[in-house]
């Protein structure tokens, strides 16, 4: 199930909760972490395999005990998704064997 829009009408009233979340990164030494990367994190890591509904509640405590160390892990799989990488390219596959 594709859950990219079914929290969208929650994203306002769980606002305070991720900005107290991303102030939790700054103080961490994360300060590059946006909202917006944030929600992309929950929405589809933590939430990717819901069945049901969840409540206002249930969402602020799940991004509220969202840990560093799995939103780094998940922006990493991410960016390595994204990049560019060919076999054919000489110096991405002595990059790559270093």
């Not at 009233?13 to 107290?20: D, F, T």
């Not at 102030?23 to 395999?49: C, I, N």
């Given at each position: 199930?594709d859950?990219?829009?079914r929290?969208?009408?929650?994203?306002?009233?769980?606002?305070?909760?991720?900005?107290?979340?991303?102030?939790?990164?700054?103080?961490?030494?994360?300060?590059?972490?946006?909202?917006?990367?944030?929600?992309?994190?929950?929405?589809?890591?933590?939430?990717?395999?819901?069945?049901?509904?969840?409540?206002?509640?249930?969402?602020?405590?799940?991004?509220?005990?969202?840990?560093?160390?799995?939103?780094?892990?998940?922006?990493?799989?991410?960016?390595?998704?994204?990049?560019?990488?060919?076999?054919?390219?000489?110096?991405?596959?002595?990059?790559?064997?270093?």
């Amino acid at each position: 199930m594709d859950n990219s829009g079914r929290y969208d009408h929650f994203r306002t009233q769980v606002q305070p909760a991720c900005a107290s979340k991303l102030a939790e990164f700054r103080l961490l030494g994360y300060d590059s972490v946006t909202e917006k990367e944030l929600w992309e994190y929950l929405v589809k890591k933590k939430w990717k395999k819901e069945q049901e509904e969840k409540q206002l509640y249930q969402l602020i405590q799940e991004i509220l005990s969202v840990r560093v160390s799995d939103y780094i892990s998940f922006a990493t799989i991410e960016a390595y998704k994204t990049a560019e990488f060919s076999m054919e390219n000489e110096a991405d596959l002595k990059e790559l064997l270093k």
